[in-house]
């Protein structure tokens, strides 16, 4: 009789703590990305980043001249910057 209690008291304990992340309301996101014109400034961000280091990789491959990489480079940076200068003026503005 003690036995099954305690079969039965460890069975929802087991099912309690494997069901917590089907009761949390609302999908799992990152701080920030809730809003979505963050959310797409992030991408915008992400994706800046990769194309500066693209052009670090071509550049190390001699697929592009020291003056090509450096025009590329100081364009990609300058949008970079922009990017990151929009979501700061997009979280302040979050903030209040």
Known sequence: MLEAFLAIVLLAAVAAWISVPLRRSGPPSEPGLEDPVLAELEARKQAKYREIRDTELDHAQAKLSGEEFARQ????????????????????ERSG
């Open 73 to 92: 480079d100081a364009e990609l940076r300058r949008d970079a910057i922009a990017i990151l200068k929009e979501i700061d003026a997009a979280e302040a």
